[in-house]
Nanobody
C-alpha cells in the first residue's frame, strides 16, 4: 500500500505565498515522477508542475516564474512553493506520483486526497 498525503493549503491574500508538501509513505521501493495538479470549481483538473527523480521540472505556463517544485528523494517528499499568488490559483491541489512498491516490478500511479488553496482578499 502507498499513501500520498498533502499538507500546507489554506487561505492567502493575492500576492502572497504558500508552500505545499506531499509525502509518500508505505511499501515503497522507489518513486519516479511526481507532480502537482489542481482543480478549480467547475473546471477540469490541470497539471501544474512535474518533477522527475533526477530533478527535471516542467510547469504550467501560467505558473512559470511564480511556482517552484522540488523534492527530497530520501524522504519521498515533494514540495510546491507558490509565490505571487493570484485569485485564479484558487483550487484543490493534488499530489500525484509514480511509485514502485517492494516486491513489484512495475510502477503504479497514485493520488493524494487534495488540499484546498484559496487566494482571496
Amino acid at each position: 500500500q502507498v499513501q500520498l498525503v498533502e499538507s500546507g493549503g489554506g487561505l492567502v491574500q493575492p500576492g502572497g505565498s504558500l508552500g505545499l508538501s506531499c509525502a509518500a509513505s508505505g511499501n515503497i521501493f522507489s518513486v519516479y515522477g511526481m507532480g502537482w495538479y489542481r482543480q478549480a470549481p467547475g473546471k477540469q483538473r490541470e497539471l501544474v508542475a512535474t518533477i522527475t527523480s533526477d530533478g527535471n521540472t516542467n510547469y504550467l505556463d501560467s505558473v512559470k516564474g511564480r511556482f517552484t517544485v522540488s523534492r527530497d528523494n530520501a524522504k519521498n517528499t515533494m514540495f510546491l512553493q507558490m509565490n505571487s499568488l493570484k485569485p485564479e490559483d484558487t483550487a484543490v491541489y493534488y499530489c500525484n506520483a509514480d511509485v514502485r512498491q517492494r516486491n513489484q516490478l512495475l510502477y503504479a500511479n497514485y493520488w493524494g486526497q487534495g488540499t484546498q488553496v484559496t487566494v482571496s482578499s
